[in-house]
């Protein structure tokens, strides 16, 4: 496999094509960002950390039988995967009350959530990720009934294996935002699962491990990276 072009430089992660058209190189770049890229910066290793983390992350949910876009970790930053045509809407699930919700519904951060709640986002920076439902989804044509009900279940089905995956390492996943794409006609897994894209807290004290660290300026967020991967076991 051989790297070729740049195809799109995104807020933390660069894709180049290769020469295989159906595959890609994910490079996991140091910048962080936060706010729709309104606050932007450079953190040592979490590049390296969150290709790691990712690698781990996904081979557990093929494991459990959901398809992912990984194919192999090929470097401490880079990673190969499949080449998806990209469904333009973020899926977030919660466990406990946070981030948005907390602001847009005025509930108390941590009250857990029962059952868990589903929304769907339209990834759209200059907008800043408006909340849409199924009817805007399908009347825009992002994605059909069938590929929204398949995401759904497999948002949720990522919930059943991680929660546990989590709980086991002593912490707590509050939400999480997961994007899908389009591989040979089926909905497979794509972008990341790293804590730049969920929320987790240590199951005794609550301590912030994720990126919220980062968007509240609280410092050691590559830090807290490390320790959720020291927790579950991946090797850095
Ligand atoms: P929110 O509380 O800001 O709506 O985010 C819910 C979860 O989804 C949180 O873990 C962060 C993640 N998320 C992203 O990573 N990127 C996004 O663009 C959005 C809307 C959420
Ligand atoms: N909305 C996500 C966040 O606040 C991603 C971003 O803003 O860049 O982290």
Known sequence: ???????????????????????????????????????????????????????????????????????????DTESLVKKLDMIPVECVVRNIAAGSLVRRLGVEEGKTLNPPTFEFFLKNDALHDPMVNEYHIQAFGWATAEQIATMKQLTFKVNDVLKKLFEDAGLLLVDYKLEFGVFNGDIVLGDEFTPDGCRLWDKETREKLDKDRFRQGLGGVVEAYEEVAKRLGVSL
């Open 1 to 75: 496999m051989q790297k070729r072009d740049e195809l799109y430089r995104g807020k933390a992660k660069t894709v180049y094509t290769t020469d295989d058209p159906q595959r890609l190189v994910l490079a996991f770049r140091n910048d962080t960002s936060a706010f729709d890229g309104e606050k932007v910066e450079q953190l040592d290793r979490k590049g390296m950390v969150n290709n790691k983390f990712n690698h781990f992350i996904m081979t557990k949910l093929e494991q459990a039988g959901i398809p992912t876009q990984l194919d192999e970790l090929l470097s």
